[in-house]
């Protein structure tokens, strides 16, 4: 991290053009910033802003930063203003040059009783040292962050050290010809092992116990994590299970809905029957009425006939009933079947 280029000095005659200049700018460009402001900070800021546009001037504004040089440097740009009795000829009048006074100590008198109030320069030194004291801590607590920090990665720091000693000591062994096991402290084969038992090192058969012992305690934090948790899983609804339960709840509403117009008619449910039945019925009527009488047997045989090939008066009306109706009833057959009156009720 590079350090801060020092800012250069300002001669003392360096600093008294620079005043000659700001008594000029007070009657000139910095007349209206310097009666709009209200703080310190504010005339600062305007004098350097001014102070940039002139190549000499900007080298000199650094002297502004200090709050002593600066209150001097203005106390003195004001005091050299022609004020009220005085013969210098000025492109203002003496009144507005007295005003650019009177502003700039009003001024003053403001952040005087601003520090007054804030307890003086007792309580000015008291900030400072608080300030102090919590500079200093926050380095201390720093210090322990890192302490602590430190102590807790010493463990991992140390597995690495070990890591790399036994690195080295294995490939060296691993070169020689020599038993790796023999190296790490145990050989299980003995005298029976086709390797070289010599060079053993209490280093290495230290450095590979830790490192085992790391790797193993590893491996037990793996297996944990992995583990599936013994909490009961939580029950997700399934809104959209079975089908057949939204179907037959349609068909139910469905059927009351046809009970209750036939309620209101005062009529019987109808039943559905099936074909067989509905040909019997037809026959036993053509019969029973050729019984009676062979004329209207045969009325009873013809209008069966029509209604099934679908001609007849109620043709049309049967025809809108099944159009409108067809999901209460499974089919055309059905419809024919119904009495009459049915059609009043549902159309």
């Known amino acids: 991290m590079t350090k801060k280029a020092s800012k250069s000095k300002v001669s003392k005659d360096q600093k008294n053009a ?41 080298e000199y504004a650094s002297i502004l930063e200090n709050q002593g040089h600066f209150l001097d440097v203005v106390d003195r740009a004001t005091a050299a203003i022609p004020g009220v009795g005085s013969t210098e000829p000025t492109e203002l009048s003496k009144f507005e040059l007295q ?13 005087r009783s601003e520090f007054e109030a804030k307890g003086g320069q007792e309580a000015a030194l008291q900030r400072k040292e608080q300030k102090k004291e919590r500079l200093q801590k926050q380095k201390l607590q720093k210090k322990e962050r890192e302490e602590k920090r430190q102590l807790k ?11 790399a000693l036994l690195k080295e000591k294995m490939h060296g062994a691993r070169l020689g010809g020599v038993c790796l096991d023999f190296v790490k402290g145990h050989c299980d084969f003995g005298s029976k092992c086709k390797f070289l038992h010599e060079g053993k090192s209490g280093e290495a058969a230290t450095a590979a116990a830790a490192v085992a012992a ?91 006939q029509k209604s099934e090939e679908g001609g007849g008066k109620d043709a049309p009306r049967k025809k809108h009933l099944l159009r409108n109706n067809e999901t209460f009833y499974k089919n055309a057959d059905d419809i024919i079947g119904c009495h009459v009156r049915c059609y009043d009720v549902w159309t």
């Open 18 to 58: 620079f005043i000659d200049w700001c008594s000029k700018q007070f009657q000139a460009d910095l007349r209206k910033p310097l009666m709009l402001a209200d703080s310190y900070l504010q005339v600062k800021n305007s004098i350097a802003k001014s102070a940039r546009k002139e190549e000499k001037m900007k």
């Open 99 to 111: 005003e650019i006074k009177d502003h700039w100590e009003a001024v003053k008198q403001m952040h």
């Open 153 to 163: 990665e010493a463990p991992e720091r140390e597995l690495k050290a070990q890591r």
């Open 214 to 304: 790391a790797d193993k305690s590893k491996e037990k934090v793996q297996e944990k994590a992995e583990k599936p948790s013994k909490a009961a899983p939580k029950k997700v609804l399934n809104f959209g299970e079975d089908d057949t339960d939204d179907e037959e709840e349609e068909a139910t509403t469905m059927g009351a809905k046809r009970k209750r117009a036939q309620s209101a008619a005062g009529e019987r449910p109808v039943v559905p029957r099936s074909e067989s039945q509905r040909v019997a019925s037809a026959g036993g009527k053509g019969g029973k009425g050729g019984g009676k009488g062979g004329q209207r047997g045969g009325k009873g045989g013809n209008s069966r």
